[in-house]
């Protein structure tokens, strides 16, 4: 079951419109990233946003939800996704957090011959396109959270 938890409009500075707040709730499944894919295109009608941009946006996005997916709560995928996508004139913040396994944000990617091990590499894509990065995780720990900002 998804969960859209609300579309709030927030005070913001003068004659900016307020902030726009999306709160998603999924299930830990990859069939539901494309609708967090579908949120953000969404929020391009609130604020128009280039198309290389929203490329971007929605690579960095489904590196963050996938991660979640894939690695949070193991093979069954047991659990729920938050996402919350926060809009105002100068930017986008998309945060995402899970309660499953943490991780080693540091961790770099590593080549074994010819394949890419799993780990490492869609943090370093997010790290490329976000002009912000916040990652609260840990080997052994419950939960991670992984918030981006994009300049708009």
């Not at 500075?13 to 999306?22: F, N, Y």
């Not at 729920?80 to 986008?92: A, N, Q, S």
């Amino acid at each position: 079951m998804v969960h859209a938890i609300g579309d709030k409009t927030a005070p913001g500075r003068a004659g900016d419109g307020g902030v726009r707040l999306i709160r998603l709730r999924i299930p830990a499944k990859a069939e539901y990233i494309t609708l967090c894919r579908l949120a953000l295109t969404g929020l391009s009608q609130l604020r128009p946003i280039g198309d290389d941009t929203m490329a971007d946006l929605k690579l960095a996005l489904t590196e963050a939800v996938s991660n979640s997916v894939r690695h949070a709560y193991g093979p069954d995928g047991d659990g729920h996704v938050d996402v919350l996508f926060e809009l105002t004139v100068e930017r986008l913040c998309v945060e995402v957090v899970d309660d499953g396994e943490g991780f080693d944000p540091d961790e770099a990617p590593s080549f074994d011959g010819d394949d890419l091990s799993e780990g490492g590499l869609g943090i370093q894509i997010i790290r490329t396109i976000a002009d912000e990065l916040e990652i609260e995780s840990a080997p052994g720990r419950r939960g991670s959270r992984l918030r981006f900002v994009k300049r708009l």
